[in-house]
């Protein structure tokens, strides 16, 4: 029983360690310097009720964003993807950044970013999609 105690200790205080380095953001998408493309136009740190997306990283050069459906509106998702969300295409969908969308050093920080690492890389980013969330895990460089 001592070790069950123990093992359960041990995961309460990893999962409290990895809800600290969570940041929550209002995440426009559209694209470089807002001209409506696709991709990263900012990423703004903002309170949990306002946030459409949380950002933790999943390893040293890993970033996930996690995005709430439900506070994007169907244009939203369409700039994300360049189409609606559908069941159909829903396990295919690519997030494209096509240029290095660069962190500001309040979220590197939060999320304890090394100093030798300044952007999101650009790329092509699989996606993975639920009812209530959207996920997609960035490179960091």
Known sequence: MKTFYTILLILTA???AAQENRVAVEANFEGRHCRGDRGICSLQSIGKQEANATLYKTTE????????RNRLS???EIQLFG???TPENQDRLVFEQPEAQSLLP???SV???DEGIY???PGSYPATVTKERIFIRLSLR
């Open 111 to 113: 999320l304890k970013i």
């Open 119 to 121: 952007n999101i890389a």
């Open 61 to 68: 050069n890993i970033l996930t964003m996690e995005i709430f």
């Open 83 to 85: 189409e609606a969300i």
């Open 106 to 108: 309040e979220l590197k």
């Open 74 to 76: 169907p244009e939203q």
């Open 14 to 16: 990893t999962i409290s």
